[in-house]
């Protein structure tokens, strides 16, 4: 597709699950970004992959938070055994580099958790 | 730590009214500077950057923005807002090579007729 796509747009889910959120940046953007936008915060840098290199996971709340990275493209934010503060939308961005400056964004997914 | 500030939570104008958004950021060296912008229910977009030059940029829909570096300020602003400005915009600031950008908290922007 043209632009970042994400999935699920909306979740919900009971506190205690796991939730696993997908991002499809846009093709041939090596750089792609997880935040997170709870109610009435901004934008909370999670974690950035780089093209092949490791990614930068200081923006991780805790060891409940994962994400992968297939090569270029799909990226995949897990978050286990969930709480009721991790209710936020989650923002998936892509671009062509890191420090470009331009992320292009996707709708982002809204969890709730219950 | 980079941080970014923003001091309006909630804007509200008449159409044809000036537009100031203040956004101030806590950085010693050197910046890039962004301001993107949220329509209801559209995604995140970006409205206008700043990396070096003429500290005055423009971007589209006739915003345009000033780094102040004494200050350490990005304002934003538009001679004349319309209706379809109501939106919620987001100062950023990331510094230069590998490191992601800080946000805001946002400013919302209610224009009304």
């Known amino acids: 597709g043209a632009g970042v796509s994400q999935s699920p747009s909306n979740k919900v889910t009971e506190k205690g699950k796991d939730v696993e959120l997908r991002c499809d940046p846009i093709s041939g953007h090596t750089a792609l970004y997880w935040y997170r936008q709870r109610l009435g915060q901004g934008l909370e840098f999670l974690i950035y992959f780089q093209g092949n290199s490791a990614p930068d996971k200081s923006g991780l709340p805790s060891d409940r938070f994962s994400a992968e990275r297939t090569g270029e493209s799909v990226s995949t934010l897990t978050i286990q055994r969930t709480q009721q503060e991790d209710s936020a939308v989650y923002l998936c961005a892509s671009s062509l580099g890191l420090g470009t400056g331009e992320l292009f964004f996707g709708e982002g997914s809204r969890l709730t958790v219950l | 730590a980079q941080s970014v500030s923003q001091h309006n939570h909630h804007v509200i104008l008449s159409e044809a009214a000036s537009l100031e958004l203040g956004c101030n950021y806590s950085?010693?060296?050197?910046?890039?500077l962004f301001w993107y912008v949220q329509y209801p229910g559209q995604h995140l977009q970006l409205l206008l950057k700043y990396f070096s030059g003429d500290p005055l940029v423009k971007g589209i829909k006739g915003f345009e923005a000033e780094f102040i570096k004494s200050k350490f300020s990005f304002n934003l602003r538009k001679p004349s807002v319309q209706w379809s400005d109501t939106a919620e915009y987001f100062c950023?600031?990331?510094?230069?090579?590998?490191?992601?950008?800080?946000f805001g908290k946002g400013t919302r922007l209610s224009v009304i007729a």
């Open positions: 950085y010693g060296g050197t910046v890039n």
């Open positions: 950023a600031v990331n510094a230069p090579g590998n490191t992601p950008l800080v």
